[in-house]
Each structure stands twice: as C-alpha cells, then as structure tokens.
C-alpha cells in the first residue's frame, strides 16, 4: 500500500488543476492530507446540459453512442445514453461533454462515495423505468461490458478489489 498525500484526478489531470495544486504547495495552502485536489460536487452539478434534463429522467432502453444520434445540447443519460456525471468528480472542465461524448468517470468519484461502480449503477437504476422482468433483462443484456464500463477507472479501489486483497492477506 502507497501512503499518498495528495490525488490529482484526471486522465489526464487538466491544466488549471495542475496550476491550482502547485499554486497551494507553493502558499503552503494545501487541505489535509489524503484529499483530492478537485471540487466535490459532481459532474452534472457543473455540466451545461444539466439544464436540458426533464423532471423526471425514464430511461426505457440504452443506446450506444456511436449508433445514434447525439443531440449536442441535450443530457445523455436523459436520451438514454450512459453518463457517468451522476456519480463522477467535477473539475475536468466538461472535457468529453464539450466533445459530444458521455462522462466515463475519469475524475473518479465524490467525497465520501467508497466505490465509485457502485455508486454510478445505483445512479443509473433509480432513473430506469422498466417493471417487467424480460424487459429489464434486456435493457441489461444491451450494455456490453456493464462492469467494465462502471469501473474502468476505478476498479483499483473498488470494494470488490479491496475484500479480495483482504482475503489475500488472511
Ligand atoms: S448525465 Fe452527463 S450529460 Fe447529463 S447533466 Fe450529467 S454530466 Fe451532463
Ligand atoms: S467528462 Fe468524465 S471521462 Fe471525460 S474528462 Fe471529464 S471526468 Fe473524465
């Protein structure tokens, strides 16, 4: 185990983020040790198409984004493509979003979530809108890799990889 002073999240970590923690160890601002050196709240806190989300997000089925058609203006999740914002860091400066491309939660999670896959699937059940079982098997069966796509930065510290590192110790 690395004892680490202080997280930059990013792949890669922005500029304006690498100038504000330099900018804090040269003042000798810094916050307590093990905190990362980005805002908490989330990506869709920030994100310009957090205006354009209905009421009430129904997802009923998920489509891939290379196979349709990406309103630039529009929330992905609310269209029903996956996005990570619910669940991810801000900071990044909207960087795939700006690109028309979904959050695929490279800045991690918030302070205080302890898996970040979890928190982001979570995220995603309360907004389907699918009451029968076969259906639901089917909106599942459409994400390729759900677990890859959750935890493809994050697997590291996820709670499933921390017991098997525990169990290992035993
Ligand atoms: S889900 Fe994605 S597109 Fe929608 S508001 Fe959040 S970050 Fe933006
Ligand atoms: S939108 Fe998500 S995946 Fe893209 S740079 Fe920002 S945090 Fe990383």
């Keep these: 185990m690395i004892d680490v002073d202080y997280y930059l999240p990013g792949c890669a970590p922005p500029p ?11 003042s000798g601002e810094l916050p307590p040790k093990g905190s990362v050196l980005a805002p908490s709240k989330s990506l869709c806190d920030e994100c310009d198409r957090n ?20 309103d630039p203006e529009k929330c992905f999740l609310a269209e029903g493509v996956i996005c990570m914002g ?12 700006g690109a028309n491309m979904p959050c695929r939660g490279c800045f991690g999670p918030t302070d205080g979530v302890k898996d970040h896959g979890a928190k982001f699937l979570s995220a995603l059940a309360s907004l389907v809108d699918i009451n029968d079982p076969e259906e639901m098997e089917k909106l599942v069966d459409s994400i390729p890799d759900p677990s890859g796509l959750s935890y493809m930065y994050s697997l590291p510290t996820s709670l499933l990889t921390r017991k098997r590192l525990e169990k290992q110790k035993v």
């Design 86 to 97: 619910p669940a991810t860091r801000a900071g990044c400066g909207q960087r795939c979003i």
């Design 16 to 26: 304006d983020l690498i100038m504000d923690a330099v900018t804090a160890i040269l």
């Design 51 to 70: 205006d354009s989300k209905p009421d009430k997000i129904e997802i009923k089925e998920l489509k891939r984004p290379h196979l349709t058609f990406m």
